[in-house]
């Protein structure tokens, strides 16, 4: 005898593939959405349907946006001398939070992991480079997170930075060890940010 009818079934398997969703997360997200008007769910499709044909990837930073550059690299406020280097969109987005960086972001997607096969080519560290050369880039700062990955992944970067013409920083205090940045509140970041050391000096 089937409980839970197909239609729900088939909703609560979806969310399950969400990162950090099991299932009774799950079943209790459907069973909300199924308690909400039709047009709800109707927007919320419409908007999953959408997604992919409204967002890009910056040619830039790499953040995702529905413009090409991004409303952060084209904003003549910014000072694009001074580049936040970060693992993910969503760290950027932390980040912003805090209203205390001007500068602009450079997005890795991902983090160095020999163990997964993700080596400096499957992240956009070449990019980086490109851009430290074709821009007049004064300051580099590593946000990469306080994890065993993110530390690899900016020592890699505090090594490969030395032959650049460029000041290297380092998110300072603030960032607890083995804390994802995506996850610090705004408070610590902006002191992370306020706080950041030259890399001679730590």
């Not at 239609?7 to 969400?18: C, G, K, N, P, S």
């Not at 602009?104 to 993700?118: E, Q």
């Not at 650049?164 to 002191?191: N, Q, W």
């Amino acid at each position: 005898m089937q409980i839970v009818p197909p239609a729900l079934e088939r909703l609560v398997a979806d969310l399950t593939r969400l990162p950090g969703i099991g299932r009774k997360t799950a079943t209790r997200l459907a069973l909300y959405i199924l308690r909400r008007p039709a047009a709800e769910a109707l927007g919320l499709a419409e908007d999953l349907a959408t997604l992919h044909a409204s967002i890009r990837m910056c040619g830039r930073c790499f953040a995702f946006s529905e413009t090409d550059p991004c409303s952060i690299c084209s904003d003549a406020r910014r000072d694009d001398r001074l580049v936040c280097v970060v693992e993910e969109p969503g760290d950027l987005m932390a980040i912003e939070k805090t209203g205390v960086f001007r500068g602009v972001y450079h997005i890795l997607h991902g983090v160095l992991s020999p163990m997964d096969g993700i080596g400096p080519e499957e992240l956009k560290i070449k990019e980086l480079y490109d851009r430290i050369k074709e821009q007049e880039t004064a300051e580099i700062l590593i946000a990469t997170s306080s994890t065993v990955p993110g530390e690899a992944t900016a020592s890699f970067l505090m090594d490969q930075l030395r032959r650049f013409p460029v000041r290297v920083s380092r998110l300072a205090c603030g960032i607890p060890m083995g804390m994802d940045i995506k996850y610090a509140d705004e408070h610590t970041l902006a002191r992370a940010i306020e706080s950041r050391q030259n890399i001679d000096h730590i």
